[in-house]
């Protein structure tokens, strides 16, 4: 299950989406979160979905691998998709088992909001799927700086967003490494109910957050015995440069953005 976990990975690739600016592709993934909210109808996710299912395409990432990516919310999902259901209020009455009262109108909200879960987590995924750490650090920082203006620590908060999301494989990493020891020493993660496999997991907070923070104090010592400052003086190899591809992608996000709106509210 640990494997599966494709939030904060990167997948290597030369695909139109790869060579697509960071900067690009953050101000998108933002416009797709906020649209997403705007939606009403069904139909209105046809669009998301065709603005999908194009990304995925271009960016040359195996459908295979995305799907991956949803199994370890998959509990979330369900229970997303069950709370809509039984609590939603409505006329049309479906079934009704004992005190549970299922409607037409619970299972299309629930339904729906599945839905704009998928398209949140699957949108937000691609996101890192497809953008270097380094570039994704120097995105956010260039996006942020017109903020420094007002003492705003624009470095330094790209600096930690990027070395949270790069840690997350490493440390799912460890957990495998350390369930697999103390499996091997004869500890069970699988049997029982769910708040039993739920207690089986604290003996594995310890020293992953152990190891978690020798990590951090490696990290921080690298850095200074390597004299990294950030801020204003920090140069870079690569100097990000917005072309031709990247006023595509937002000519594509603009209508498919557009193509919501009408079909919401006209």
Known sequence: MLKDITIGQYYPSDSPIHRLDPRTKLVITFLFIVIIFFVRYYSGYLFILAFMALTIAFSKI??????????????IILLTFFINIFFTPGETTLFTFW???????????????????????????????????????????????????????SHELAMMMTIALRFIPTLLEETDKIM?????????????????????????????????????????????????????????MKVLTMGSLDLAAFAVTAAMIASVLLNTYL
Do not use: H, W
């Open 62 to 75: 195996p459908f295979k691998y995305i799907l991956k990516g949803l199994k370890p919310l998959l509990f």
């Open 180 to 236: 697999k020891a103390q499996m091997a020493r004869g500890a069970d993660f699988e049997s029982g109910n769910l708040i039993q496999r739920a207690k089986s997991l604290i003996p594995l907070l310890v020293p992953l957050f152990i190891s978690a923070f020798r990590r951090a104090d490696e990290l921080a010592m690298a850095m200074e015995a390597r004299c990294y400052r950030g801020g204003d003086s920090r140069t870079r």
């Open 99 to 153: 005190f549970v009262r299922v409607t037409e109108e619970g299972l299309r909200q629930g339904l729906f909001m599945t839905l704009r879960l998928v398209f949140l987590v699957t949108g937000t995924s691609l996101l890192t799927l497809t953008t270097s750490p380094i570039a994704l650090t120097d995105g956010i920082e260039l996006l942020l700086k017109p903020l420094t203006a007002i003492r705003f620590p």
